[in-house]
């Protein structure tokens, strides 16, 4: 999953938002599987640097859905092409 993502006021990102942009996207696994809740078990952010003014680029991967643990990994990008925060999560899958 990518996407792109600013807050609405045109205020600018700072380190203190990344976590929560970090944990804002839907899951990488919600368009493969329907009828599904997934909750975060654990999340790991990790700051690399400020992000400069305008949008970030979020890239979200998963690479291991076992036992209803869904592992997924996101890197945050700022306009300028600087890697701003890298994360981890670990979350459960239950069927609704």
Not at 14 to 21: I, R
Not at 54 to 71: K, N, Y
Request: glycine share 8%; hydrophobic share 50%.
């Amino acid at each position: 999953m990518a996407g792109w993502i600013r807050f609405a006021d045109g205020r600018p990102m700072d380190a203190a938002a990344l976590p929560l942009v970090a944990d804002c996207f839907p899951p990488a696994i919600l368009g493969v599987l329907d009828g599904v809740a997934i909750s975060t078990l654990e999340l790991t952010v990790h700051l690399r640097r400020p992000p400069g003014p305008g949008w970030l680029q979020a890239a979200i991967r998963s690479r291991a859905l076992l036992r209803g643990l869904v592992e997924e990994d996101a890197e945050l990008w700022d306009e300028a092409g600087h890697l701003v925060a890298m994360s981890r999560q670990l979350a459960q899958v239950v069927a609704r």
